[in-house]
C-alpha cells in the first residue's frame, strides 16, 4: 500500500527557509492520476491546504493565496518524493507539517506529520 | 474559497447511544458531469494524522466500522456514528475536494459522557 515518510529539520529561525522532503512508497510522484499535497495544522488555523504538485504529461502546482508568494512544492523523480520550501518564516508558520496524497479523491494516505517550530 | 461549517464544535455521548456531527459547505461540491459529492470526513487522534472515514459523502473508507455512516448531498452533510465505541473519541472533520484551495470544517471534538 501506499506509504508517505517525511523529514525535515524541526525548528527553522524567523526569516529563514523552512524544507521538508516527503518519500512516497508504493506509488509514483510522476503518477497520471494522483496529486502530492502539503497540509499544515496549527490551534489558531486549524488544518490548512498549502499546495500541491501534480503530473499529467507536463508538472503543475496549485498552491493556496495565503502562501503563494513563499512556497515552491518540486518533485523529484530520481528519488520519488516530494518537497516543501516556505520561504521567510516567521513564528506564524509554526505548525505540524503534513504531506498527502490526493487526486481526484479524498486525502490519502497521510505522512506522519513533523512539528516545525519557528524560533531563534 | 470553500468555506466548511461543522457544528457543533464539541459533543459528549453516551457509550452504545448515536453520536451526530453536521457539516454545511458554502457552494455545492456535487460535481454534475459525474453526481459525486466530493466530501469526506477524517477522524484524528492525538498525535496521528487525520485518518478518511468516509469519503463521496457516504462512502465507507475500508477498514472502518459499520457505525460510521455519511449522508447529505450538495451543501448540507452528516456524519453518524450509530453507537459510541470508547475508541471513537476523537476530533473529526470535513473536507471538500471538490476544488482547490482543499478546504476543512474547524473540526468536533467527540468525547465520552
Known amino acids: 500500500q501506499v506509504q508517505l515518510q517525511q523529514s525535515g529539520p524541526g525548528l527553522v529561525k524567523p526569516s529563514q527557509t523552512l524544507s521538508l522532503t516527503c518519500a512516497i512508497s508504493?506509488?509514483?510522484?510522476?503518477?497520471?492520476?494522483?496529486?502530492w499535497n502539503w497540509i499544515r495544522q496549527s490551534p489558531s488555523r486549524g488544518l490548512e491546504w498549502l499546495g500541491r504538485?501534480?503530473?499529467?504529461?507536463?508538472?503543475?502546482?496549485d498552491y493556496a493565496v495565503s502562501v503563494k508568494s513563499r512556497i515552491t512544492i518540486n518533485p523529484d523523480t530520481s528519488k520519488n518524493q516530494f518537497s516543501l520550501q516556505l520561504n521567510s518564516v516567521t513564528p506564524e508558520d509554526t505548525a505540524v507539517y503534513y504531506c498527502?496524497?490526493?487526486?481526484?479523491?479524498?486525502?490519502?494516505?497521510w505522512g506522519q506529520g513533523t512539528l516545525v517550530t519557528v524560533s531563534s | 474559497d470553500i468555506v466548511m461549517t461543522q457544528s457543533p464544535d464539541s459533543l459528549a455521548v453516551s457509550l452504545g447511544e448515536r453520536a451526530t456531527i453536521n457539516c454545511k459547505s458554502s457552494q455545492s461540491v456535487l460535481y454534475s458531469s459525474n453526481n459525486k459529492n466530493y466530501f469526506a470526513w477524517y477522524q484524528q487522534k492525538p498525535g496521528q494524522p487525520p485518518k478518511v472515514l468516509i469519503y463521496?459523502?457516504?462512502t465507507r473508507e475500508s477498514g472502518v466500522p459499520d457505525r460510521f455512516s455519511g449522508s447529505g448531498s450538495g451543501t448540507d452533510f452528516t456524519l453518524t456514528i450509530s453507537s459510541l465505541q470508547a475508541e471513537d473519541v476523537a476530533v473529526y472533520y470535513c473536507?471538500?475536494?471538490?476544488?482547490?484551495?482543499?478546504?476543512f470544517g474547524q473540526g468536533t471534538k467527540l468525547e465520552i459522557k
Open positions: 463521496w459523502a457516504s
Open positions: 504538485t501534480y503530473y499529467r504529461s507536463k508538472w503543475y502546482n
Open positions: 473536507q471538500q475536494y471538490y476544488s482547490t484551495p482543499y478546504t
Open positions: 508504493g506509488d509514483s510522484v510522476s503518477s497520471n492520476s494522483a496529486a
Open positions: 498527502a496524497r490526493g487526486g481526484s479523491w479524498p486525502l490519502a494516505p
